[in-house]
């Protein structure tokens, strides 16, 4: 990410016609904070940058959110459902894999490779819970693209969680499809 000046901040938030405290609102900073770093008295901490470059991006229309990618809604699986049951869910409907939900709550995700990788002839009969993932990432719905991104880097899927409640769910394609 290139960093931008003093200057840039003010020249965007004026192209906007956003006031200091409007871009300070949205970034959730204070508008004397935002005074300083336009007139180069301060050097923020990397993280308020960030927050003032989302905010300024977000007025201009141009920052995805996870609830804009995400796929809702969210076809799952219970952790005491049949791998068997899961099979046919997952080719009826085309998905390679499926988040595994207990009561809304995120629990992992399964997938034709954990399926593949039992050595049990009768891993059909076994429940979802012995064969899936454990590790299930999820965000809220407002967070950014960079943040889905970086952890779709590490994961499969990121599921969209609102108030314990699983919302969407985010797949590379999903991403893909957005930006293309």
Same mark, same amino acid.
């Given at each position: 990410?290139?960093?931008?000046?003093?200057?840039?901040?003010?020249?965007?938030?004026?192209?906007?016609?956003?006031?200091?405290?409007?871009?300070?609102?949205?970034?959730?900073?204070?508008?004397?904070?935002?005074?300083?770093?336009?007139?180069?008295?301060?050097?923020?901490?990397?993280?308020?940058?960030?927050?003032?470059?989302?905010?300024?991006?977000?007025?201009?229309?141009?920052?995805?959110?996870?609830?804009?990618?995400?796929?809702?809604?969210?076809?799952?699986?219970?952790?005491?459902?049949?791998?068997?049951?899961?099979?046919?869910?997952?080719?009826?409907?085309?998905?390679?894999?499926?988040?595994?939900?207990?009561?809304?709550?995120?629990?992992?995700?399964?997938?034709?490779?954990?399926?593949?990788?039992?050595?049990?002839?009768?891993?059909?009969?076994?429940?979802?819970?012995?064969?899936?993932?454990?590790?299930?990432?999820?965000? @809220?719905?407002?967070?950014?693209?960079?943040?889905?991104?970086?952890?779709?880097?590490?994961?499969?899927?990121?599921?969209?969680? @609102?108030?314990?409640?699983?919302?969407?769910?985010?797949?590379?394609?999903?991403?893909?499809?957005?930006?293309?």
């Amino acid at each position: 990410m290139e960093l931008p000046t003093p200057e840039d901040l003010r020249e965007r938030r004026t192209e906007l016609e956003l006031t200091q405290s409007e871009l300070a609102d949205r970034a959730d900073v204070s508008q004397p904070l935002i005074a300083r770093i336009e007139g180069g008295d301060v050097d923020p901490r990397l993280s308020t940058l960030r927050r003032i470059v989302d905010a300024l991006q977000e007025a201009e229309g141009g920052v995805l959110r996870a609830q804009d990618l995400m796929h809702s809604p969210v076809v799952s699986v219970a952790p005491d459902d049949s791998v068997h049951e899961t099979t046919e869910l997952m080719n009826e409907k085309g998905y390679s894999q499926v988040p595994v939900v207990r009561e809304g709550s995120p629990q992992g995700l399964i997938g034709t490779s954990d399926i593949r990788q039992r050595p049990e002839e009768n891993v059909g009969d076994l429940p979802v819970a012995e064969v899936m993932g454990e590790s299930m990432t999820a965000v @809220e719905p407002d967070a950014t693209l960079d943040a889905v991104d970086s952890h779709l880097d590490h994961n499969d899927a990121v599921l969209v969680v @609102e108030d314990g409640e699983t919302v969407g769910i985010i797949t590379e394609a999903d991403v893909a499809r957005h930006i293309s």
